[in-house]
């Protein structure tokens, strides 16, 4: 039993040792995908970044346009004597 677990950390610590290596090691093409991946990624979260801005924008202008609409009706009829 006491051989099994030996065994298994070895593995466990060569599987370990392969990964990082491999990391380590990738390929120039690799990590040039892999920081067109990244940079595309962050480009289209601000993409959706500046619509959402952009959105809260138009519809606080719109929200500001209406209120000065009903307060322009209000002052037209206190003008006109209504209350």
Known sequence: KQDRSVSAERIIVSNRFDQQKSALT???LEAEKQKQYIDKRQGERLRQKQQISLQSIKDSS???????ASFG?????????SK
Do not use: F, H, P
């Open 62 to 68: 719109a929200s500001n346009r209406a209120e000065d």
């Open 73 to 81: 009706d209000s002052v037209e009829m206190k003008m006109n004597g």
């Open 26 to 28: 990738l390929t120039r």
